[in-house]
């Protein structure tokens, strides 16, 4: 940044008669109440003359010694949806107001010490529509130097929403600072709060008289680790997911502690500090509160759409319904029929529910609920997408091979690469290792190719694994009620047409105390007891699948990895620093959604346990996952696909990659992301660090990188894989993959999931009964042969359990009105600086290219998994959106 001051400035001139003798005046002439000179005494000083040119026998005063400048502060803070300020009394001067300090970016550089600070108070002057304007003046002498920061301190009764602060009477313009804070009554938080200018800088270059405010600033952030946190701290500090269980109400609701320990490690999540467990002291009392740090919390009108209280209500008060309508809880559906009615005729609340909590309801999950009319409550969803464009879509095997490439879960197909295939279990615990997938059944379907190993080396054979993650937890579940598990195998071919075909599902029960292994394979078949058995069998393999993306590709690799990153991000760089900056945007609402999650989602009793076929055992497997599965290094895509087989480094290709299946939807438009996202982190990255010597001396990236490993994510901490960073090609993989991980990673595995799971029996959370074949009585193989509907009906979820998730899906799949998507706007501090403000354009006329490129794409009739009749295009990687469940829109942040 120029220096402000580089030049004198004259804020005011007065005039004296050009007939006066003296070549001087003394300042007592001139010193009037009136004159808004802002001079600080009248004690004699001289005064230099200059005749004005337009008028000659005038002489313009100007002060010929040091100058000052009148600076004019103008404070916007926000207004609530309301039009008010919550719980802010504004408006009355001398009472109510804001008290600003401005600060020295330099030291003195005769004493070497602080500079004064200049004090002013700011009133209100001005409401408009969404904001609340104060005002404060200043009178800035010369020797001052260039403002590196504004300390605020509130003076109302309440806290305020400070969106930003411009300083207007400078010669070189106005200095602005970007604010987005909350900010605490000076009567329960005493320490000033300090806001930076716009202007970035990393700890070396960081001035002279901001050295300890930046770093006294990151003290107050990171705490000292004791006490329960209020919602009004602003405290990142790590802890344990100790609080999923609740062991003092009652000992069924008792879970593991998941991280810090070796049998359960996890990333770490956001401290509160709670009372301990009366019970257990392992476990933290669990209470309605779970705090975030303040500015982390969702702003108003998100809250409306979705915040702790009312969603909690929101589905309390559905199951409360559902429970009067349904007096079993585990009754199912008795057709399909009855299904469709979800979406046509809906459900008749019954009266006890009044039209106070139907509107909270329409508040809360928003299009979720319908009032037929005014006089009746009414229970009806919206028809996902995917089922308004073909009522037989979840009946089709294309459509579950195709949904592996570009539906709700694009993260579990997988190549073969190995024949034949064996489990890695041990075989004394589980039984065989060998699967009963053979060549024969393999061989009979792939047509053009004579062996299973012609089809492997070609590339024409994939796989979603469900076996060794589930096969240690077939036991378990099955002691549970209403639920059941295999370990399970599905292989695909890829046909000429570039579509996959489904081969075969293997299903298998290891040894369960006395009972031997037992496995079996299904077949599309075209005889009609085969033919039904293949269904079921796709249940089951659609609610592993389901399963999976839930508590794996969604909530363990982006909401939960993603919470350290945040901590970490808010703990050791300071709001100046250029990485967190250009990180800031991909963190919003992140904590927020987590902890929510937390109370109502993840915990014991929580809707997953409710609903998925996991129940208790939920968590406890995504902790398993992340012990044997997760990698920091393959998070990126490029590295997750070639992990998983389905692309190889070729140096040729467009994005560096060869993809195994060309038309695949994800991949192809995730690579566009991926490639725009690092183009724009290694300009900013490569302007900020021109040398690798300035990232390994930079303090607090070194610093923030090792706590995300030592701490964040320190069960994994000796992990060989974790990247170093010594080079700007280091912290452009390590940025990129975090922005792309909670960005368009979490975009495809969560704004698809109405579209696709909405329909349940597409994507059922659990299969509640074993197969028909495994050990079956005469009497439940007999029903099976009369009735195989009503078969599959009782092996798909309860109505509670669908009606729940169908809830839920539609909450999750939801664009706020707030979203901010990638790339949309620009950050103050980026439009500051011109060679990043350039970059940031190109990165924005990128994804807007990239929006039309896969408009393209959709409608090319030769890409087959995402055009045809009755397919829904694929738009989950297209950037921007507006509100609702719209099926695309990839916002910066994990905000829902």
């Known amino acids: 940044m120029t220096h402000l001051l580089k030049k004198p400035h004259v804020h005011r001139s007065f005039t004296i008669n050009h007939a006066s003798s003296s070549s001087y005046i003394w300042k007592k002439d001139v010193c009037h109440k009136n004159n808004n000179l802002f001079l600080k005494s009248c004690r004699p000083k001289k005064i230099g003359l200059r005749r004005c040119l337009s008028h000659p026998k005038f002489l313009r005063v100007v002060m010929a010694t040091s100058k000052s400048h009148n600076v004019k502060a103008i404070v916007t803070l926000k207004q609530s949806v309301g039009g008010v300020i919550k719980n802010l009394v504004t408006g009355i001067v001398g009472k109510n107001h804001l008290v600003l300090e401005l600060v020295g970016a330099d030291l003195n550089p005769n004493t070497n010490s602080e500079i004064k600070t200049i004090k002013g108070k700011a009133h209100e002057t001005d409401k408009k529509e969404n904001d609340v304007e104060y005002e404060a003046t200043f009178v800035v002498p010369a ?102 269980g609740d062991p003092d109400i009652n000992s069924k609701l008792k879970r593991p502690v998941l991280g810090g320990n070796k049998q359960y490690p996890y990333p770490r999540r956001c401290r509160t500090g709670r009372k301990h467990s009366n019970t257990d002291p392992s476990y933290e009392k669990r209470d309605l509160n779970f705090y975030v740090p303040r500015d982390e919390a969702f702003a108003e009108i998100k809250k409306i759409q979705f915040n702790a209280t009312t969603v909690s209500s929101g589905v309390k008060t559905v199951l409360e319904s559902l429970d009067t309508i349904f007096t079993d809880i585990d009754l199912g559906f008795d057709s399909f029929e009855d299904i469709d009615t979800l979406f046509k005729e809906g459900f008749q609340l019954p009266t006890s529910l009044d039209s106070n909590n139907l509107n909270l309801l329409q508040k809360v999950i928003p299009k979720f609920i319908k009032a037929a009319n005014d006089s009746q409550n009414v229970l009806r969803f919206d028809t996902p997408e995917a089922l308004k464009r073909d009522k037989f879509f979840w009946l089709s095997d294309e459509e579950f091979a195709r949904e592996t490439l570009a539906g709700a879960n694009p993260y579990s197909i997988q190549l073969v690469k190995e024949w034949p295939i064996r489990s890695k279990l041990d075989s004394q615990i589980y039984g065989s290792p060998e699967s009963a997938i053979t060549r024969e059944v393999i061989e009979s379907q792939i047509i053009g190719y004579t062996t299973v190993e012609e089809a492997i080396q070609e590339k024409k054979l994939f796989m979603l694994d469900y076996h060794d993650l589930y096969i240690p937890y077939v036991s378990k579940v099955r002691e549970l009620k209403n639920t059941t598990l295999y370990g399970s195998r599905t292989l695909f071919f890829l ?73 970490a991000t808010n703990r050791q760089l300071s709001a100046m620093h250029p990485i967190y900056k250009l990180l800031h945007p991909h963190l919003r609402y992140t904590l927020e959604i987590n902890a929510l999650g937390r109370e109502i989602l993840i915990s014991a009793y929580g809707v997953i346990e409710d609903s998925f076929f996991t129940q208790k055992y939920s968590m406890e497997l995504s902790a398993v996952a992340y012990d044997k599965l997760w ?54 990255v490569n302007h900020h660090y021109p ?18 490993r030592t701490k964040g994510h320190g069960d994994k901490s000796e992990e060989p894989w974790w990247p170093k960073l010594n080079t700007q090609n280091d912290l452009i993989d390590i940025i990129t993959t975090i922005a792309w991980v909670a960005s368009a990673h979490h ?12 329909y349940f029996p597409n994507r059922p959370t659990v299969a509640r009964n074993k197969m028909p074949t495994e050990d079956p009585t005469e009497e439940e193989w007999e029903k099976f042969i009369n009735k195989p509907e009503q078969t599959l009906l009782e092996c798909l979820p309860s109505q509670i359990q669908a009606t729940l998730v169908m809830t839920i899906l539609n909450l999750l799949s939801y664009h706020s009105p707030d979203e901010e998507y990638l790339g949309e706007l620009i950050e103050p501090s980026w439009a500051e600086n011109p060679t990043i403000k350039v970059a940031f354009e190109k990165f924005n006329g990128r994804l807007k290219e ?16 995402r055009n045809g009749a009755g397919i829904m295009p694929y738009e989950l990687m297209k950037p921007f959106s507006g509100p609702g469940v719209t099926g695309k829109g990839v916002p910066y942040s994990i905000s829902i």
């Not at 609610?543 to 909530?555: F, N, P, Q, R, V």
């Not at 975009?747 to 909405?758: E, I, L, M, R, V």
């Open 850 to 865: 990239i929006e039309g490129i896969i408009d393209a794409r959709n409608a090319d009739s030769n890409l087959k998994n």
């Open 143 to 244: 020797d001052f130097g260039n403002v590196g920061a504004v300390l605020v301190e509130n003076d109302h009764g309440s806290e305020i929403f400070l969106k930003n602060i411009v300083l207007d009477g400078f010669p070189d313009g106005p200095v602005h600072l970007s604010c987005q804070s909350w900010v605490q009554p000076k009567h329960d938080s005493p320490t000033k709060r300090v806001f930076f200018t716009n202007k970035m800088y990393l700890p070396s270059q960081t001035p002279s008289g901001l050295r300890e405010l930046r770093e006294n600033e990151l003290k107050e952030l990171r705490g000292n680790g004791e006490g329960e946190r209020k919602s009004s701290d602003r405290i990142y500090d790590y802890d344990v997911y100790n609080d999923l």
């Open 691 to 708: 040398s690798p010597s300035i990232i390994e001396s930079d303090q607090e990236l070194q610093a923030w990188w090792t706590e995300i």
């Open 747 to 758: 975009s495809a595995t969560n704004f698809a999931q109405y579209a696709y799971g909405g």
């Open 631 to 684: 990698q920091f290094d393959l998070q990126g895509l490029p590295n997750d696909l070639i992990y998983r087989g389905m692309a190889v480094e070729d140096p040729n290709a467009q994005h560096g990659v060869k993809l195994a299946i060309e038309d695949y939807p994800f991949a192809n438009d995730g690579l566009l992301i991926w490639d725009a996202i690092k183009q724009w982190v290694t300009e900013y």
């Open 495 to 567: 046909t000429n047409q570039g579509t996959l075909k489904p081969l075969v599902i293997e299903l298998t029960r290891p040894i369960i105390g006395d009972k031997p292994q037992w496995k079996q394979i299904f077949t599309p078949a075209s005889d009609s007891t085969n033919l039904w058995l293949w269904r079921l069998a796709k249940a089951h393999v659609l609610a592993h699948d389901t399963g999976y993306h839930e508590l794996i590709s969604h909530w363990l690799r982006t909401h939960c990895v993603v919470e350290p990153f945040v901590i």
